[in-house]
């Protein structure tokens, strides 16, 4: 139990376009899900909040308007690079809560992202 | 504000020998949750072991256990009989009950290297 995915698992794209990533949770009901970036052997930087039916809450330094979240249903959050450019490429990793405050999050396994 | 602190960013250990990764972190709270992650090569997160502070038993998975003195704000992670497949980056990280919107403040991580 417990398994969130996340698609694409990795994603070549041309500076200046937009790029979509999914992460679900597969076999129980995510009231948050969280959204991190990591780079090379660093640890992961919490980019933003995301509760299903709200706005997402954005860490400080992170652009709202470069990086969309969307937390559609229980089960789906999305995140779309808007424009993305060389400075965008990294491994971006989604994990998901089953009870605000209590759970443990749950990985999903990661996209790279490389826009050229 | 919550931290952690991993002082360790390199540690190596022979096959079926023990090592303990450390871990210490500051906090006001008295009700939390501490983890270890484990991030193998292929970048997946993978819970290792959870604490709950109010419990004094040190929690035990298989041929991981912690040693987790509230006190010092200690939660050391002791590997028995490391096999090759440890090898990996391992993050500690704490979670506030019910404050800071479940947020997971993470370590900067342990790279871990079990030697054949």
């Known amino acids: 139990g417990a398994v969130v995915s996340q698609h694409p698992s990795r994603v070549i794209c041309k500076s200046g376009t937009s790029v979509k990533i999914e992460c679900r949770s597969l076999?129980?009901?995510?009231?948050?899900m969280f959204w991190y970036r990591q780079f090379p052997k660093k640890s992961l930087m919490l980019m933003a909040t995301?509760?299903?039916?709200?706005?997402?809450?954005?860490e400080q330094g992170v652009e709202k308007d470069k990086f969309l979240i969307n937390h559609a249903s229980l089960t789906l959050s999305t995140l779309t690079v808007t424009s993305a450019h060389p400075e965008d490429s990294s491994f971006y990793i989604c994990?998901?809560?089953?009870?605000?405050?209590?759970?443990?999050?749950?990985f999903g396994p990661g996209t790279r992202l490389l826009v050229l | 504000a919550q931290t952690v602190t991993q002082s360790q960013p390199e540690m190596s250990v022979q096959e079926a020998e023990t090592v303990t990764l450390s871990c210490t972190y500051d906090?006001?709270?008295?009700?939390?949750?501490l983890f270890w992650y484990k991030q193998p090569p292929s970048r997946q997160m993978i819970l290792v072991i959870r604490?709950?502070?109010?419990?004094?038993q040190n929690a035990t998975e298989n041929r991981f256990s912690v040693n987790f003195q509230k006190a010092a704000k200690s939660f050391s992670l002791k590997i028995s009989d490391s096999q090759l497949g440890d090898t990996a980056m391992y993050f500690c990280?704490?979670?506030?009950?019910?404050?800071?919107?479940?947020?997971?403040?993470f370590g900067d991580g342990t790279t871990l290297t079990v030697k054949p």
């Open positions: 994990s998901a809560q089953a009870e605000l405050y209590q759970e443990t999050q749950y």
């Open positions: 076999d129980f009901q995510a009231t948050t």
């Open positions: 995301s509760n299903e039916g709200s706005k997402a809450t954005y």
């Open positions: 604490q709950e502070a109010y419990k004094q």
């Open positions: 906090t006001s709270e008295s009700n939390y949750y």
């Open positions: 990280a704490f979670i506030a009950y019910n404050t800071n919107a479940g947020k997971s403040t």
